[in-house]
Nanobody, 131 residues
Framework: QVQLVESGGGLVEAGGSLRLSCAAS????????MAWFRQAPGKEREIVAA????????YYSDSAKGRFTVSRNNAKNTGYLQMNSLKPEDTAAYYC????????????????????????WGQGNQVTVST
């Protein structure tokens, strides 16, 4: 099993920055990818970014491109989501998630992922962006 503990988040003014961290423990050697999702009130949860746990593959949603950066530190078993130029519409609960069954994959046309393919989830972290 893998345990994911998130930190970071909070309240920031529009245009500001925040960094979310997701510390993994347990069977981290089984991790294939880590993704960041978010869910705003009244909306469905959506993927924001993802990173392969080894190698160079990353993925960004259209809303995250150019503003967010996903990274990892394998020595610390920690993933990060650096969020810059934050907007009020980025306000949401953010979750990290791990794929240990290789249900997600990168291909020449992009990144295939569905929520059901992520088998471990962090506890969620609120990000609020004020105007």
């Amino acid at each position: 099993q893998v345990q994911l503990v998130e930190s970071g988040g909070g309240l920031v003014e529009a245009g500001g920055s925040l960094r979310l961290s997701c510390a993994a423990s347990g069977r981290t050697d089984s991790m294939y990818a880590m993704a960041w999702f978010r869910q705003a009130p009244g909306k469905e949860r959506e993927i924001v970014a993802a990173i392969a746990w080894s190698g160079e593959n990353t993925y960004y949603s259209d809303s995250a491109k150019g503003r967010f950066t996903v990274s990892r530190n394998n020595a610390k078993n920690t993933g990060y989501l650096q969020m810059n130029s934050l907007k009020p519409e980025d306000t949401a609960a953010y979750y990290c998630a791990a794929d240990t069954r290789r249900g997600t994959y990168w291909s020449g046309t992009g990144y295939y992922s569905e929520e059901k393919e992520y088998d471990y989830w962090g506890q969620g972290n609120q990000v609020t962006v004020s105007t």
